[in-house]
T-cell receptor, first 113, second 115 residues
């Protein structure tokens, strides 16, 4: 069964600090890996999307990395802001078949002033 | 601007009643999805559609049904609501399945409570 595991489950940091969120997956072969940001009470919004051949993708202060050999991805947030407080979800889509994605449970990030 | 909307945003119903949640997108996307989100679980796929008249079961489809009569809408029906179906429901759409353009755009969600 395809699985996506995220760590830590929750994280509290001070405004201005950097942080890194982890994602380990068993989906293989995979088509793409995405990171979503979900604000409380809202739907998820895509931050980055990487195919298996990409190692890194940036979106402003968000940088995602991918190691397809170890089946690991990370999301690095630089100079955190209060608005970064949200849940961050890792999603992996298999290649071939029905392309049904597997969602991680998310990391809840709280940024304190 | 193109968008994806869900209605109602909040719904309280009683056990055994039929409930329909609406999802409407104006992007002209072929692919549409319904998920439920519960504490302790990631988003779980209920049903999905890759085009008009196409519907498929997802991971947690029991007790739910969908129909796709046009590109813009994918209503989700709970045939006989159960307390276990209390959840937040998200609709999503995408242009392509798989590949580098496979980004799903999510609606704002519907919070459903079954008493």
């Amino acid at each position: 069964k395809n699985q996506v595991e995220q760590s830590p489950q929750s994280l509290i940091i001070l405004e201005g600090k950097n942080c890194t969120l982890q994602c380990n997956y068993t989906v293989s072969p995979f088509s793409n890996l995405r990171w979503y940001k979900q604000d409380t009470g809202r739907g998820p919004v895509s931050l980055t999307i990487m195919t298996f051949s990409e190692n890194t993708k940036s979106n402003g202060r968000y940088t995602a990395t991918l190691d397809a050999d170890t089946k690991q991805s990370s999301l690095h947030i630089t100079a955190s802001q209060l608005s970064d407080s949200a849940s961050y979800i890792c999603v992996v889509t298999p290649s071939g078949g029905s392309y049904i994605p597997t969602f991680g449970r998310g990391t809840s990030l709280i940024v304190h002033p | 601007d193109a968008e994806i909307t869900q209605s109602p945003r909040h719904k309280i119903t009683e056990t055994g009643r039929q409930v329909t949640l609406a999802c409407h997108q104006t992007w002209n996307h072929n692919n549409m999805f319904w998920y439920r989100q519960d504490l302790g679980h990631g988003l779980r796929l209920i049903h999905y559609s890759y085009g008009v008249q196409d519907t498929n079961k997802g991971e947690v489809s029991d007790g739910y049904s969908v129909s796709r009569s046009n590109t813009e809408d994918l209503p989700l029906t709970l045939e006989s609501a159960a307390s276990s179906q209390t959840s937040v429901y998200f609709c999503a759409s995408s242009v392509l399945a798989g590949g580098p353009e496979d980004t799903q755009y999510f609606g704002p969600g519907t919070r459903l409570t079954v008493l």
